[in-house]
């Protein structure tokens, strides 16, 4: 703790703060961006790496998978841009973590069980337990009877003091369940025993299996984290947090992303499967210093966001329309307001 202490004082001190009163550490949620494809054959590792931090990390993990590549389906103008300033020279698969960790395989990580085994969790697992001088909590909801805009509202609360403010936020909408019929969403697979390779039989693990399994190209993947719009993500938006920052006052920020871009109206499948995800950069370190996701409610239903904890736990579901339900058995993202917690049905 002493150690902790120290790494907080001497990040303040550089960035010009003062630390304050000693307060309960703030909770760190850390963003794998990743960039893949389907036409990547060695690209399903990072799928199943994807899902395994989902499953190991819950909602401190966030997860968003940017597709390149030429006749990519599933393509948004500003993210494959950003893998040239993140990862130059680097291809598929790989990723970065809170946008200074880098260069990871989004399946072996930095390789600590070796390049042939899942790691990358222990890369993310070493990301959380960083300290953070930040909380960011958001909520978005549909701005439009239409579906047209969502909203974002983020509030954000430091622990240090500063009279400059090199912090920005980034928002992203995103689409998990994303599935397409034509050739261009198959996805190849060198981890096939069907290919000539020798790569499926060198990925051993039984996470892999289904891979091995599988043929060469592979018809109706199912494709998570998918960006469909984005707000400031090369650099943040300008303004959105405000100098001075005064530590335990928060602030608050709001903006829309609109589902009427060419890009993302044509890659949008199903607005019910629609999340949002913010981050907030140091703009002098470039880092993630931390980050938050949320479903998008109906116009309207922000409010319920505040259902208390002791509701019900029969009734304690909401769906992304933002409708009370007895369960969340039926396929698709709830919210579960007893516990907080976001959840995938499938």
């Known amino acids: 703790m002493k150690h902790l202490i120290s790494f907080l004082t001497l990040a303040a001190l550089s960035l010009g703060v003062t630390a304050q009163t000693a307060q309960e550490p703030f909770v760190r949620r850390s963003v794998v961006e990743e960039f893949t494809g389907t036409w990547c054959g060695h690209c399903p590792r990072g799928i199943v790496g994807m899902e395994r931090l989902s499953e190991d990390f819950g909602d401190r993990f966030i997860g968003i998978a940017i597709h390149t590549g030429s006749g990519e389906p599933m393509v948004i103008p500003a993210y494959p841009d950003l893998q040239s300033d993140l990862l130059p020279g ?30 990358i969790d222990l890369d ?54 994303l ?8 996805q190849t697979n060198y981890f096939s025993l069907a290919y000539d390779s020798n790569v ?22 199912v494709y998570n984290h998918v960006p469909v719009n984005t707000l400031g993500v ?10 001075p920052i005064v530590a335990w006052q928060p602030q608050t920020y709001s903006n829309t992303i609109t589902t009427l871009a060419s890009h993302a109206s044509k890659l949008i499948q199903d607005k019910s ?10 703009t002098s370190t470039g880092e993630v210093v931390n980050a938050a996701q949320c479903p998008v409610l109906a116009y309207g239903a922000s409010g319920i ?22 369960s969340a058995t039926a ?16």
């Open 124 to 177: 993310f697992a070493d990301a959380l337990a960083m300290p953070t001088e930040a909380k960011v909590e958001l909520e978005a909801e549909w701005a439009d009877e239409y579906q047209w805009d969502v909203r974002f509202t983020a509030t954000t609360t430091f622990n240090i003091d500063s009279q400059t403010a090199p912090y920005r936020l980034i928002f992203v909408l995103v689409e998990d369940s």
């Open 331 to 346: 396929r698709g993202l709830y919210v579960d307001h007893s516990s907080g917690r976001t959840y995938l049905a499938k």
């Open 200 to 221: 499926g039989i060198n990925f051993q693990d039984d996470d892999m299996r289904p891979w091995r399994d599988a043929p060469y190209h592979v018809e109706g993947v």
């Open 305 to 326: 966001t505040h259902v208390p904890a002791s509701s019900p736990a029969a009734a304690s579901y909401y769906d992304l329309q933002g409708r009370r339900l007895t």
């Open 273 to 282: 499967r629609l999340r949002a995800v913010c981050m907030l950069i140091n």
């Open 90 to 119: 680097s291809g598929a698969p790989s990723c970065v973590i809170d946008r200074v960790r880098f260069k990871f395989d989004p399946y072996s990580g930095s390789g600590r069980r070796g390049a042939l085994h899942y790691g």
């Open 179 to 186: 599935c397409g019929t034509t050739d261009a969403w198959r």
């Open 234 to 243: 090369r650099s943040g938006i300008q303004g959105s947090i405000q100098a």
